[in-house]
């Protein structure tokens, strides 16, 4: 799809149409279930929590929340805010939103992670004050909505339940039947501008063949390609959702829609993002696990009437537990994943935490083994561009923040993730995946860590 919109105003229209429609609050009308991201601190225990000035929040993603016809009434009554207040922050965030652009262009990536979010607390704070934008974030977190299960209160939990887990760092989301993985999945996620969220939110509804409807925003006016309030039908190049989305708690779907080029990677504008095939193959999965049904034959006829919308509603809904965990232990082994969105979490008081979990030290290990691990944190400690990833706010970073290229970081440059085999972790730690679906994307290696000094010496 990116290919036929390559003019800049065609690519604004794609940037918006992924995230509003896509990874956002749908249109008024459009079918969705509510849930509650009680998850306000940092998902990693051990680490230092996460307030609300350093949460999720990017102008795009107000300006989202915004196309829902009840949530500035809500704001106004919730949080007492005054008509000007609410249309001067509707006005900042469509004017952020109007801005920014899709590159391929990797030169043009400036690292706008934590520069994104400081800009929005800075904007938000300018209008309402500190203290109503710490209240404004806190009401985004229950305008989620939440699951009725529980959150994990140890890095690296392994469910003893039935739920979706999503590590958005690892690139990969579970499937757990009774405490049991049966299905793993390799999936795109949100662009550091559009980050995916944490907490725990449910799936209760699987819509096939998703049709959208252009918003009333800026971009829309300007763009030949659709028009405010026309319905996009599904099947459609101009939609972005492919076969199907599954409604996980705003803003964010589980959809279709994806190249195998996008999975792996930054893929979407606050949702996990998977190939049409890995979509359908997924949604068989959910169905049978919460008491409903789909089948090879059921997909195959509504690809056929691409035209018409199907809605299957589970009779039991499943937890999807979203976690940013850069730190784990999986299959017995240590990996420690790139800081993606540059929230500072590659940090030894995290490392200890979960090795804590796992029944260790810091001080157990050997001086290769420590070795190994230092070398991994340092150079896991960036965000998506390379750049050091601190997840902190100050003077500098917040300068910098204005000079920043208004485009998505659509790419991330260098290795993902590196592994440390530690004889004391064998045989702990979260399952490795099990009957993994890559989506057709090319297998990445993992890099092992050598000790610093050998490293040198090359």
């Known amino acids: 799809m990116k290919n036929s919109l390559q003019k800049a105003g065609a690519v604004l229209a794609l940037a ?20 509650t991201n009680t998850n306000t601190t940092a998902t990693t225990p051990g680490a230092k929590p996460v307030s609300a000035t350093q949460s999720n929040v990017t102008l795009p993603m107000l300006d989202a929340y915004f196309a829902q016809d009840n949530f ?18 509707k006005t900042i965030a469509r004017e952020e939103t109007a801005r920014l652009r899709e590159s391929d262009d990797d030169d043009a990536q400036q ?45 690296g939990s392994v469910p003893t339940d039935t739920r979706i887990v999503v590590n958005a760092p690892a690139f990969r989301m579970d499937v757990f039947e009774g405490g049991k993985l049966v299905k793993t ?13 944490t907490g725990l939110r449910k799936a209760d509804t699987i819509i096939f063949n998703p049709t959208w409807t252009p918003p009333d925003e800026p971009w829309v006016e300007s763009s030949n390609k659709v028009k405010v309030g026309e319905t996009v039908e599904a099947g459609s190049k101009l939609n972005p959702l492919g076969v199907l989305k599954i409604p996980i708690g705003l803003p964010s779907l589980i959809h279709g829609g994806k190249s195998s080029a996008k999975i792996g990677t930054f893929a979407s504008h606050g949702c996990v993002g998977l190939t049409d095939k890995q979509a359908q193959d997924f949604a068989k999965l959910l169905a049978q696990t919460g008491g409903a ?26 937890p ?6 850069t730190i784990a232990v999986v299959g017995g082994k240590l990996h420690i994943y790139r800081d993606v969105y540059d929230r500072g979490t590659n940090t030894e008081e995290n490392l200890r935490a979960v090795l804590q979990a796992n029944g260790l030290t810091l001080e157990q290990l050997n001086e290769a083994e420590r070795a190994q691990v230092t070398e991994a944190l340092k150079q896991m400690s960036r965000d998506a561009t390379g750049k050091p990833a601190t997840g902190e706010s100050n003077d500098n970073s ?61």
């Open 320 to 325: 999807v537990e979203l976690r940013y965990e």
């Open 185 to 197: 999945y390799r999936v795109g996620i949100g662009y550091p501008e559009f980050p995916l969220p």
């Open 398 to 458: 917040a300068k910098k923040s204005s000079n920043t290229s208004n485009r998505v970081t659509s790419t991330i440059k260098g290795q993902k993730e590196m592994v440390i085999e530690i004889a004391a972790l064998a045989g702990k730690g979260y399952p490795a995946p099990v009957s993994l679906d890559t989506g057709g994307a090319k297998p990445e290696a993992s890099s092992k860590a050598a000790p610093a000094a050998k490293r040198k010496s090359r």
């Open 16 to 35: 918006i149409i992924l995230f509003v429609s896509g990874c956002a609050p749908p249109p008024a009308g459009t079918n969705t279930n509510t849930s």
């Open 72 to 89: 500035a009434g809500e704001l106004k009554s919730k949080l007492q805010l005054s008509d000007d207040q609410i249309n001067k922050l």
């Open 111 to 155: 690292g706008k992670t934590a520069a994104a979010r400081r800009q929005a607390e800075q904007q938000i704070a300018s209008v309402i004050g500190a203290e109503k934008t710490q209240q404004l974030y806190a009401f985004i977190n229950e305008h989620s909505g939440g699951a009725t299960a529980s959150l994990p209160s140890t890095p």
């Open 293 to 318: 049904s789909v089948t090879d034959a059921q997909i195959a006829e509504y690809q056929k009437n691409k035209t018409e919308t199907k809605n299957v509603k589970l009779n039991s809904p499943i």
